[in-house]
């Protein structure tokens, strides 16, 4: 149980377009996802948390107009890279995670999404 | 959140038990303490979690001190594909008073078995 599924897998782009990143938690309901990128031997940097039907919350210096997140569904949510600059390469991945009665929320990860931009 | 201190890199030799260790003398009494892996280019996967006492499932076993200074992270008999950057997190409400939970990951060890 607790899947999270991203797509596409690897995304390769030119400078100046738009990318969409799916991220979908397949048994479960997530009331929560966030939104990480890794840059190569680095560690994972939250970039924003999203709540469903809710306006996301972007990590300091994380521009909100750059990386579109959208969390329509408790199952599906999306960012979107606009106008991607070769420094937007990077890993990106996203966690689901679903209100539990303890106040502890175990957050499942995705597989990543390898973004390379031209 | 707790700021969290572990060794860069371990060895450990195939069939052996890894003990992975963590320090967390800032976590807060009402902080989990998470322990995730990263295998290379792929997403962390859940390990274990654990508040005060020790947490054993079908992966690993996790000791957490009566102080909850530090904890250790057992895989009682390490495989080669246990070979991955581990990661112990000290998990906490965000500050604002929201509703979500927030993971800090630090750098990590570096575990590699061995054959």
């Known amino acids: 149980g607790a899947v999270v599924s991203q797509h596409p897998s690897r995304v390769i782009c030119k400078s100046g377009t738009s990318v969409k990143i799916e991220c979908r938690s397949l048994d479960f309901q997530a009331t929560t996802m966030f939104w990480y990128r890794q840059f190569p031997k680095q560690s994972l940097m939250l970039m924003a948390t999203s709540n469903e039907g809710s306006k996301a919350t972007y990590e300091q210096g994380v521009e909100k107009d750059k990386f579109l997140i959208n969390h329509a569904s408790l199952t599906l949510s999306t960012l979107t890279v606009t106008s991607a600059h070769p420094e937007d390469s990077s890993f990106y991945i996203c966690?689901?995670?679903?209100?539990?009665?303890?106040?502890?929320?175990?957050?499942?990860f995705g597989p990543g999404t390898r973004l390379t931009v031209l | 959140d707790a700021k969290t201190t572990q060794p860069t890199s371990m060895d450990c030799a195939e069939g052996r038990a890894a003990n992975l260790p963590c320090n967390h003398s800032t976590i807060s009494g009402n902080e989990y303490v998470y322990w995730y892996r990263q295998i290379h280019s792929q997403g962390p996967q859940y390990i274990i979690h654990g508040l005060k006492n020790n947490e054993t499932n079908e992966m690993a076993s996790l000791i957490i001190t009566e102080d909850r200074k530090s904890s250790t992270l057992i895989l009682p008999h390490a495989t080669l594909r246990d070979t991955a950057v581990y990661y112990c997190?000290?998990?906490?409400?965000?500050?604002?008073?929201?509703?979500?939970?927030?993971?800090?990951f630090g750098k990590g060890t570096l575990l590699t078995v061995n054959p």
């Open positions: 997190i000290g998990g906490s409400w965000e500050n604002s008073g929201g509703s979500n939970y927030k993971l800090t």
């Open positions: 966690s689901a995670s679903f209100w539990a009665s303890l106040r502890t929320d175990t957050q499942y």
